[in-house]
């Protein structure tokens, strides 16, 4: 409620800005509540409306206004975002991760803080040129190695991706794995459920 406090009616234009550009972040990071969802999206919507199309201010409210969108589709998430992620949000960049398929191939796929499991999956589907696509999900891949328990190597762990989770926060997963001795992910993988 703070930010919408700071965005109405402030009257500093660069103020303003910078406001908008905070409310941008933390729609894009932190969803709100379903209580609060209705208010906030239509606090955005007419803000947007009622700039000038001139004002510094308004690229910043179309674009929390996206976000929004976007990120109340997934509700909160499991991880915050990292600086680079924030930095590349706020600067309108992508950032990329490797997804591999069952042959072995990989592709290399565009995400950014609000990006869903579902949106990478269609957008994969759109670089293999895959038209029926709704069949196919990605997994997360772990082999479990830990030699002192087990000298033989185990078979690969799939766990199927929920489709609503943001692909920011497997990512994560996958880094706070590699760095755990206990196990190495092998990466996300496209199959068929």
């Not at 997994?139 to 000298?151: F, G, M, Q």
């Amino acid at each position: 409620m703070q930010l919408v406090k700071q965005t109405r009616g402030n009257p500093s234009s660069h103020s303003r800005a910078k406001a908008w550009g905070m409310f941008n972040l933390v729609a894009a990071s932190m969803p709100p509540s379903k209580d609060f969802t209705g208010l906030i999206s239509e606090y955005i919507h007419s803000a947007v409306q009622d700039m000038d199309d001139a004002e510094e201010a308004k690229q910043a409210a179309v674009a929390t206004w996206q976000a929004l969108k976007r990120s109340t589709k997934c509700g909160p998430r499991r991880t915050l975002p990292s600086v680079e992620e924030i930095v590349a949000h706020l600067q309108s960049h992508r950032l990329t991760t490797i997804v591999f398929f069952l042959d072995e191939t990989f592709e290399e796929v565009a995400y950014d803080i609000t990006t869903s499991v579902a949106e990478a999956v269609e957008q994969l589907a759109g670089l293999i040129r895959l038209q029926n696509y709704q069949t196919f999900t990605l997994y997360e891949a772990v082999r479990p190695v830990n030699p002192k328990l087990n000298p033989e190597p185990m078979p690969d762990e799939h766990l199927l991706l929920d489709e609503h989770r943001y692909v920011l926060g497997l990512n994560r997963a996958v880094a706070r794995i590699l760095v755990g001795s206990e196990s190495a992910v092998l990466g996300m993988w496209v199959g068929q459920q």
